[in-house]
């Protein structure tokens, strides 16, 4: 009998593990009921004057008639084999995938950059002692969860540079939307990069890439300045065979900007620049554009319409962290952006976590799953039928969000995060599979006619 009792005890034990392993899994491929309390990619401050108070140190720095989750299915078995990522190869440029610049190390810059990230204090000061200090220790120890294939490399590197052209194309994103400060800035724990655009540029080129803009905050930005910063982007950069600019189903060609942490400027102050009444207005000048802004929050949304953008995207790869960043508000977002005239770019990513960064933030963490994390933002992401789709991230190693080949390791004090089962390009295929049926399904959405051309789309200036 006792034996008989031992063995009842241990099923059951067994049995409420699994159900407890379940739940936890289930919780990362759905929103939270609740709205969490400190965003991925902001270093949290309390709300200020209406707005939050952003004192960055890491930057972010993305069915005709069949439902969400009949659109398609994909990934499980995507294939590690990649097809070519040159010229020959299929990419689609209504797929933007963000790319960051902003890593160096001793053999290439004389020293760790990014790589040897802070940890992140907590914004209250009462509990901020409770989590530890100090910054990362490259090469063992970086700031990631995981580990990059091509160890702590240099974004100056060509060879690194080559290969991520190579990765970005096999998962067939057709725009890198490339992280940019003006001349001289750059984010809290990095070097000014802007001199490697024409590099970048070059890269994307062989690789029949295009490169978009993803204009980051720094101390002074404003609708003036952002004026400036798209004046010398167009005149430096806009006549390269890889600059994108987006095209309209009527056929217009513009160039396409990213403004993030767009809330930070009112929108009265956006609307001089973005309304063709604005006192320095770029409608219908040769520096008109498509400026697409960050929405975070509901409240958001009429900040965008006032502020005369083209449309809004959302980059935060935690569901459920907020209202632009919760697959289930996507449907909706399209619906307030087609009655506005507005593009809407959901941003997708595979996972998150910066625990590495920000060791206080495990509540925002969202497992991977093996990839069905990443299927279900990519459901979520073609239910809305969107124009674009974004990729959060193709390498922001900080926040976990990455598609770049990752490997595993263990060092004496750390153990990485992988993609194991799948091999290191498993985020590669999955994306290009992905990227392939979205292609197909939007074909099939235009034939319907039932998706109007966008009300923003405006005449050739």
């Given at each position: ?21 379940a ?14 309390d400190?965003?991925?990619g ?20 993305d069915?005709?008639t ?42 290439t ?9 802070i940890?992140?204090?907590?914004w ?17 120890d970086?700031?990631?969860?995981f ?16 290969s ?10 057709g ?32 690789h ?21 910063n ?5 005149d ?16 217009t ?13 009112p ?13 320095h207005s ?14 975070v ?8 319409v ?9 980059y ?29 770019i ?92 979205f ?23």
């Open positions: 009998m006792s034996r008989l009792r031992r063995k009842a005890c241990v099923a059951l034990f067994l049995f409420t593990t699994f159900i407890f392993g739940m936890m899994g289930l919780r990362t491929l759905k929103p939270s009921d609740g709205f969490p400190l965003a991925p902001f270093e949290l401050q309390p709300m200020t004057g209406g707005k939050m108070d952003r004192r960055s140190v890491s930057r972010p720095r069915a005709s069949a439902s969400a989750g009949q659109a398609f299915q994909v990934g499980s078995n995507a294939k590690e084999v990649l097809p070519n990522s040159g010229t020959e190869g299929t990419v689609f440029y209504d797929v933007h995938i963000f790319y960051y610049t902003w890593y160096g190390n001793p053999h810059d004389g020293r760790y950059i990014h790589w040897d990230h940890l992140v204090p907590h209250d000061p009462q509990i901020a002692p409770s989590y530890p200090r100090g910054r990362h220790t490259p090469p063992e970086i700031g990631s969860s580990y990059p294939e091509l160890d702590p490399y240099s974004s100056r590197d060509p060879d690194v540079l080559e991520h052209m190579e990765q970005i194309g096999a998962s067939a994103a725009v890198l939307v490339l992280s940019w400060y003006p001349s001289g800035l750059a984010d809290d724990n990095g070097e000014p990069v802007e001199d490697l655009v024409p590099a970048v540029l070059d890269a994307a080129y062989r029949n890439l295009k490169v978009a803009f993803h204009i980051q905050p720094y101390r002074g930005r404003n609708e003036q300045t952002v004026r400036d798209v004046k010398y982007i167009i430096r950069y806009g006549d390269h065979g890889a600059f994108y600019k987006y095209i309209s189903s009527t056929g060609s513009l160039p396409l900007f990213y403004i993030y942490d767009s809330y930070l400027t929108p009265d102050s956006w609307a001089e620049l973005l309304t063709p009444t604005g006192s770029v409608r219908g000048s040769a520096y008109d554009s498509v400026f697409i802004a960050l929405i929050d509901e409240r958001h949304e009429r900040d965008i006032a502020g005369g953008f083209d449309g809004m995207y959302t935060f790869a935690s569901n459920g962290f907020s209202f632009g960043s919760s697959h289930r508000n996507w449907k909706a977002i399209k619906a307030f952006c087609d009655g506005n005239g507005l593009l809407f959901p941003g997708v990513g595979p996972g998150y976590v910066d625990a590495s960064v920000r060791p206080w933030n495990n509540h925002n963490t969202r497992n991977r799953v093996n990839g069905r994390y990443y299927e279900t933002a990519l459901q979520a992401a073609l239910g809305a039928r969107p124009e674009v789709v974004a990729i959060t991230s193709f390498n922001e190693w900080h926040e976990g969000t990455q598609i770049e080949r990752a490997v595993p390791r263990k060092t004496a004090t750390r153990v990485y995060l992988d993609y194991r089962p799948h091999g290191a390009g498993h985020y590669l295929a999955l994306t290009r599979r992905w990227a392939e049926q292609h197909k399904e939007k074909a099939r959405w235009l034939a319907t006619g039932k998706d109007p051309t966008p009300l923003w789309v405006k005449a050739e200036p």
